[in-house]
Structures are given as C-alpha cells and as structure tokens.
C-alpha cells in the first residue's frame, strides 16, 4: 500500500474527503462508514498514470482537481466521477 500525499475536507459536509498518493488513485471516503466510498484511476487512459501529489476540493462542493507528478491537472465533476 502506497503512502498519502495529500487529503481535502469537504467544504460542505466536514464527514466527506478525498485522498491521493503514491497508489496513483484517487479515494473519496465519509468519516462515519467504515471503508471508502468510491475509489478512481488517476487517468482515464491506460498506461498515463502518475503519483498524485495535490488535490482540492470547489466551495461549491461540484468540482474537484488532482495534480501529480506529471504536471497534469484534471478536474472532475462529483456527480460523475
């Protein structure tokens, strides 16, 4: 298991967050279960995947952006992953 580089707090609900690192994925997780919600690829395309070392979260709760060790940026819409 890779380690953690970066987490962001939901703006909207301080239960919710998500996570990146070393294991190239992207985790969303809620402080009252047990497990994590949903787990993501770093890239949509296979082979381009990359430590992720950033990630923020939109006060509007609808976006959110990861950056790794590439120099890529990508920006996701919560509600479709």
Known sequence: ??????????PLDNNKFLTVGQERRITY?????VNAEAVLDSSPYKG????LHAIAI???NKYFAVG???GVLRIYDFSSG
């Open 68 to 70: 790794g060790a590439l």
């Open 58 to 60: 939109s006060y509007s």
């Open 29 to 33: 997780w809620d402080l009252r279960k």
């Open 48 to 51: 381009e995947s990359e430590e």
């Open 1 to 10: 298991m890779g380690g953690l580089n970066c987490f962001a707090i939901s």
